[in-house]
């Protein structure tokens, strides 16, 4: 499988307008090229789950949309915008960067949640002095979505006091609190105590359910089967394999995919 | 304290320790001394967070400059520093006051210890400042970057409030030190709470009197210190379960 794009939906024109696009994305950290041309488009309400092993560059790849990572060649159109680049990858105009990744919002494997504020303050933190909404009403949002995260009546615990999961799904509100484009997990469960990995991936089915638009890195197999629209497999910085998850996880063509997933199993 | 005093037979100490005598002398010294010792911490941090940041994110020659400033400082001896620093900083006053016309400057003493002491307590700042901040999760720096927060409000809003717990043990130090280092400047002439004492005891020749009133009066900037740096390192780590085991 060597195509260009990944177009997430079936061989009929789709006409939902393009969330993410990456085009021909290189990465190289000194000598390692750990991305070598990586093409991916997710449109609006696209599930994407990103498969592959340890150090294929899944999360090189996540990391390079937002430039926590600085691509050393390539392109990314964020809801139809380009992001400006030099010749040498770097980000030519930090503001747009910056207004980019408001849209982006990126939930880690670590959660990453600030320790020294609260829950709430957690999710209030980049409405009000980034985006600049009104305290009250971000506040008022910031509970809802902490509910909703069913982690109602936390509002004034810090994170250090509550257990992964419950990080993890704060750290989901965080995100749906800048009302993003798209959201970017970099192996949300990974982290987690098996026990725990079921309440974070309920909060993210329903996410999928509801249309967002989502890049997922993920090792669970089955439950990228069942939410996504799409998989890619990654396998030495490239898109070895990709399609819908029925064909990548039930006829898999490269022996590579093959050995993969049944090294997973 | 005068009670007390009376009480060990010390009446004649507690006469001349009286405030309208020299006790205020050692208690407007003791002002002093607090008050060059507060600027030259709040200089000190000030220069420190530029310190730190310069040295960890800096060019090459900040960062070389900054290397030589640290190791420079924490190298010299303090009494040496502040003879250099004091005589340096004035002769540099007098010659552009001399250049624009004007005559020889009075120095003003407050002004003169802070910036001399302030210069000294920047070095070690900066390094305890320096250490705080790489202590600060990166994970924490990335999820404000990755949210779009520009590098300034990252600094405000996540950094520096996350280094604090971290800072705040070393910074606590850099206060005592600062307080005692105010009696440095006894050398060049600066009434502090020690030339004050001096003065006092050698009036008086009252010396234990004097000498242990005085150390009285440092002890006691300690032990408050000790109580408001317990505060500050309290709401510090606000969020972090105590060692101990505690409850949210
Ligand atoms: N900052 C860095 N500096 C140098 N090498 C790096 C850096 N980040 C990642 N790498 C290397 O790039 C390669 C890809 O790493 P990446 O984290 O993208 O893999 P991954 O697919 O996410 O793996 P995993 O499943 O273990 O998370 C690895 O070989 C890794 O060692
Ligand atoms: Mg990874």
């Known amino acids: ?265 | 304290m005068t009670g007390l005093l009376e009480l060990l037979g010390l009446g004649a100490s507690a006469e001349l320790l009286s405030l309208s005598g020299w006790g205020g002398n050692l208690l407007r010294g003791l002002v002093n001394s607090l008050q060059i010792a507060f600027g030259a911490f709040g200089m000190g941090l000030v220069i420190g967070l530029f310190g730190a940041y310069g040295k960890l994110y800096g060019g090459k020659v900040t960062r070389d400059l900054l290397a030589i400033y640290t190791t420079v400082i924490r190298a010299v001896p303090e009494l040496v520093l502040i003879l250099i620093l004091y005589y340096v900083g004035s002769d540099i006053i007098n010659k552009i006051s001399a250049a624009m016309g004007g005559g020889r400057v009075e120095i003003n003493g407050v002004a003169a210890g802070i910036w001399v002491l302030g210069v000294v307590q920047g070095a070690y700042a900066t390094e305890v400042l320096r250490g705080a901040i790489k202590a600060v999760p990166t994970g924490q720096i990335e999820a404000a970057k990755s949210y779009g927060m520009p590098a300034f409000m990252i600094m405000r809003r996540v950094t520096i409030p996350a280094m604090m717990s971290f800072a705040v043990p070393g910074l606590a130090n850099l206060w005592l030190i600062a307080t005692k280092d105010t009696a440095l400047l006894a050398v060049v002439g600066f009434n502090e709470l020690t030339l004050e004492t001096r003065q006092a005891a050698s009036s008086t020749r009252a010396y234990f009197t004097f000498f242990l009133a005085a150390g009285a009066l440092y002890l006691m900037v300690t032990l408050c210190s000790g109580v408001v740096f317990a505060r500050i390192e309290k709401w510090a780590r606000r969020g972090q379960p105590s060692l101990k085991g505690g409850t949210a």
């Open chain 1, 1 to 265: 499988m060597d195509t260009a794009t990944a177009d997430a939906a079936s061989p009929e024109i789709d006409t939902r307008p393009e969330a993410i696009r990456v085009a021909g994305l290189h990465k190289s950290f000194g000598d390692l090229e750990v991305l070598k041309g990586v093409s991916l488009t997710a449109r609006q309400g696209d599930v994407v789950a990103i498969i592959g092993g340890s150090g294929s560059g899944k999360s090189t790849m996540l990391r390079c949309i937002n430039f926590l990572e600085t691509p050393s060649a390539g392109q990314i159109v964020i809801g139809g915008e380009e992001v400006a680049m030099r010749p040498d990858g770097s980000p030519a105009n930090q503001k747009q960067i910056e207004r980019i990744r408001t849209r982006l919002a990126m939930v880690f494997q670590q959660f990453n949640l600030w320790t020294h504020r609260t829950l709430l303050e957690n999710v209030i933190e980049v409405p009000v002095h980034v985006l600049k909404t009104p305290r009250a009403e971000a506040e008022a949002r910031a509970r809802q979505l902490l509910e909703r995260v069913g982690l109602a009546g936390r509002e004034d615990t810090y994170p250090a006091y509550l257990s992964g999961g419950q990080q993890q799904r704060a750290a989901i509100a965080r995100a749906l609190a800048v009302d993003p484009s798209a959201m970017l997990f970099d192996e949300p469960t990974s982290a987690l105590d098996p026990e725990l990995v079921g309440e974070v991936l309920t909060v993210i089915r329903d996410l999928a359910a509801e249309g967002r638009t989502m890049l997922l890195v993920t090792h669970e197999m089955k439950f990228a089967r069942e939410v996504a629209n799409h998989v890619v497999y990654l396998y030495q910085g490239r898109i070895e394999e990709q399609g819908p998850p029925a064909e990548v996880f039930g006829n898999p063509q490269s022996e590579r995919l093959k050995q993969f997933l049944s090294s997973v199993a």
